[in-house]
């Protein structure tokens, strides 16, 4: 799964210094796409206090809630900080949005759980269940969408267009000074690619395109 990716774990002689590596991205046949400089710059690990409220917002990849239980075992191993996961689906303590077959507009129209008087209004979301036990707050909202808008069809600029549209909404439906929390820090997962299209990267959805599309 890292044929197409690297990881890179900083050092205590790297801290405080600015590494830059140059990625470059290639088509199939070798031809040269884009090259973009990555300025690396690891910083002290800080682990944090308190009680924080994570919101985890996806599609299949989160509904079987494997993915939620991993993050906040990780959260917890950590340590100092204590995660209260937030959601409707999962089973406590590992609450999550995920729905199957998800994709941005599942959370910004009629029938999302965040729809709310005609509206996104993720302050009544919160109290219409009861905080989930904790406050009416969102310190962390994590979206892990739009795998299935590339299985659907994302072909075109102004297909890509309108996805990152629906994403902006969602977003700001989060933020929103009067409805949402200005202060919840968004975590935006890019969408994985097919394992038949990217030799052995996630699922094998079929969809011979994928790579490109991504």
Do not use: W
């Amino acid at each position: 799964a890292f044929e197409r990716g690297f990881r890179y774990t900083g050092l205590n002689a790297d801290i405080g210094t600015t590494t830059p590596i140059t990625v470059t991205s290639s088509d199939a046949n070798s031809r040269l796409i884009q090259n973009q400089v990555v300025n690396l710059k690891p910083v002290a690990k800080n682990n944090g206090t308190g009680s924080k409220q994570i919101l985890v917002i996806g599609d299949s990849l989160i509904a079987g809630s494997e993915t939620v239980t991993e993050l906040r075992s990780l959260i917890t191993t950590d340590g100092g900080i204590t995660p209260l996961m937030l959601g409707t689906k999962g089973t406590n303590p590992n609450r999550h949005e995920g729905i199957s077959g998800a994709g941005f507009d599942t959370f910004t129209t009629s029938g999302s759980p965040f729809y709310i008087g005609g509206r996104i209004d993720m302050k009544a979301y919160l109290t219409a269940n009861s905080n989930f036990g904790g406050t009416n707050n969102i310190d962390f909202a994590i979206i892990q969408l739009g795998i299935n808008h590339l299985l659907t069809g994302v072909k075109t600029q102004a297909d890509a267009d309108a996805v990152i549209t629906l994403a902006k909404t969602l977003i700001n439906g989060i933020l929103d000074s009067t409805y949402g929390f200005p202060a919840c820090k968004i975590i935006l997962a890019m969408p994985p690619t097919g394992g038949n299209t990217s030799n052995g990267f996630a699922e094998n959805y079929g969809a011979t395109t994928q790579r490109q599309q991504y």
